[in-house]
């Protein structure tokens, strides 16, 4: 279990587990405030946009169970409204950094060490209201 303090409210990750093999990612439920967020979550890749009061963060999805049917998302939760939104836009690998502006930065891989992989992500793009 993994936990780290956020305006004194708790998020942590559950039920960790190794997708995609050879090194990663992993991912887990997000829980926060003590409820459960988002399952299949990538662990520790969020961000708080203290702004707006949002938690971005990167949603894991299979759709076939193989390779084939992987893709990630970029999701978030309004934290004065509870509610829960997810964009449109999918991509092979992602981990999210920073919010500037109105947009976020992040890499199209699993980390944020090389550089040509960073890119911002107009945080307009359409989205859409999900559930957990």
């Keep these: 279990m993994n936990k780290k303090n956020l305006l004194h409210n708790e998020i942590e990750f559950v039920k960790e587990r190794q997708v995609i093999n050879m090194g990663g990612p992993w991912i887990g439920n997000l829980i926060f405030k003590g409820k459960l967020l988002s399952k299949e979550c990538i662990v520790d890749n969020y961000v708080f946009d203290d702004i707006d009061h949002k938690i971005f963060f990167v949603k894991y999805h299979s759709i076939t169970g193989n390779m ?21 836009k999918r991509f092979e690998t992602l981990f999210i950094k920073n919010v500037v502006n109105d947009k976020l930065e992040i890499f199209e891989a699993f980390h944020d060490k090389i550089e040509k992989y960073k890119t911002y992500f107009d945080l307009n793009e359409k989205f859409t209201e999900v559930s957990s």
């Design 68 to 88: 084939n049917g992987v893709f990630f998302s970029i999701n978030f939760h309004m934290v004065k409204d509870e509610r829960l939104f997810e964009y449109e």
